[in-house]
Every structure is written in structure tokens, then in C-alpha cells.
């Protein structure tokens, strides 16, 4: 299924927008990528507003065939979509955006179920903690989504 959602973004700076991890700043920086295709202080990639689409677009997208750039080494935050982490209060919970096509149409598919018991368990290890307690601007207030397990 052709998906024309994902890595567009109505504003150029909002908690959709992809935050990197701090090795992955640090890698874009060391891979000699563009600077004005992230923010190093926001740790954030950093959308382009794309007159053809009315939409602000990832830098790393290539607009013909619609393919991320960066895919092997795309973000974490990329890779867990349409999974999220979402701040609850003092809370932290494994949500996921049921405005995704592909989630839509797997709704609770085994697959999804155990992906999300693995990403889980992943977050409740000690280098998924380790990893969140170090990237806690991955964690957003993200509003309509579903949140399906508390990580922490
Ligand atoms: S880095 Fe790749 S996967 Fe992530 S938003 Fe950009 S184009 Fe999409």
C-alpha cells in the first residue's frame, strides 16, 4: 500500500516532527549531512515547506519516488512509527496513531500485537530505559492517539 502520510508534517517544528536520538545528531553531524537539515540544540529533523504539496516535507524524502534517503540509518523515532511515546502526566506510555493507513487496516493483527509487546519489552529492558532516560524529548504529549501499554 502506497502511503502518502508519513514523513510530511503540517508544521515545520511540532512534537510529529522526528527527533533524533543523541548518537544520531551525532551522526548526521559526522556523516557531513547538510546542516539545515536538522537542528543540533532542537535535536530534531528539521521539515522543508514544499510549494508543490502544500505540506512541509523531510528533508531526506525523495519526492519522485517517495523514498527516505537515510532509510537504513532512518531515526529510531522513524522506526517506530506509527508507534510513539507518549507523556501522561509523570507517565510514559507506548501509544500508536490510528490515523496510520497501514495500522488501519491491520487494526489488531497479531503481527501488530506482537510488535508492540516487543517494543515493550524493549523500553522496559535496561538499555531501552537507559536509552529513554537519556532522549526523554522523544517522549511528547502526543493528542489522538491510542495508548496501549505504560512504559514507565
Ligand atoms: S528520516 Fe526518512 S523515515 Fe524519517 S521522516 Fe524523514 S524520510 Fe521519513
Redesign the pocket.
Known amino acids: 500500500m502506497e502511503c502518502r502520510g508519513?514523513?510530511r508534517f503540517r508544521e515545520a517544528v511540532s512534537p510529529w516532527t522526528?527527533s533524533l536520538l543523541s548518537e544520531e545528531v551525532a551522526f548526521l553531524k559526522k556523516s557531513g549531512i547538510q546542516e539545515s537539515f536538522y537542528s543540533l540544540e532542537k535535536k530534531k529533523?528539521l521539515?522543508v515547506w514544499n510549494e508543490k504539496e502544500n505540506t512541509f516535507l523531510?528533508?531526506?524524502?525523495e519526492e519522485k519516488s517517495y523514498?527516505?534517503?537515510?532509510?537504513d540509518f532512518?531515526?529510531l523515532?522513524?522506526?517506530l512509527?506509527p508507534f510513539l511515546l507518549s507523556s501522561r502526566g509523570k507517565k510514559i506510555f507506548l501509544s500508536a496513531d490510528l490515523h496510520c493507513p497501514y495500522l488501519e487496516s491491520q487494526g489488531k493483527s497479531q503481527e501488530i500485537l506482537e510488535y508492540a509487546q516487543y517494543l515493550h519489552n524493549f523500553f522496559s529492558s535496561d538499555p531501552g530505559k537507559k536509552m529513554l532516560e537519556n532522549n526523554l524529548h522523544l517522549v511528547q504529549p502526543y493528542e489522538d492517539v491510542l495508548d496501549i501499554i505504560e512504559v514507565r
Open positions: 508519513c514523513c522526528p529533523i521539515p523531510c528533508p531526506f524524502i523514498r527516505c534517503e537515510i532509510y532512518r531515526p523515532e522513524c522506526a512509527y
